[in-house]
Nanobody, 120 residues
């Protein structure tokens, strides 16, 4: 059974850091593009980062560029999102998702999310 499980969310003060993990079971992560998405209260879900399966190239949306780092540990079948210099506007439920093709809005597999709250 294909499953993605996020962890690492929590409450942090502005300027702090968190590292989110996305652990996969039932499939090999390095054969999939992995995306991180987030949804803040009252807002649409947005894609914030992606790591490709082919060459490991990465993408970041402008609002997190220079602060967030996506990485993959193939041995652990896990993808990470290191989040630094967190801001209150980063508060959201964070989801990881996987797709055999690429990162896009309708990824094939989704985790249930982990809540990140950044206090001012």
């Amino acid at each position: 059974q294909v499953q993605l499980v996020e962890s690492g969310g929590g409450l942090v003060q502005a300027g702090g850091s968190l590292r989110l993990s996305c652990a996969a079971s039932g499939f090999t992560l390095d054969r999939y593009a992995i995306g991180w998405f987030r949804q803040a209260p009252g807002k649409e879900r947005e894609g914030i980062s992606c790591i490709s399966s082919s060459d490991g190239s990465t993408y970041y949306t402008e609002s997190v560029k220079g602060r967030f780092i996506i990485s993959r540990d193939n041995a652990k079948n896990t993808v990470f999102l290191q989040m630094n210099s967190l801001k209150p506007e980063d508060t959201a439920v964070y989801y990881c998702a996987a797709d055999a093709a690429s990162c896009h809005r309708r990824m094939a597999y989704w985790g249930k999310g982990t809540l990140v709250t950044v206090s001012s």
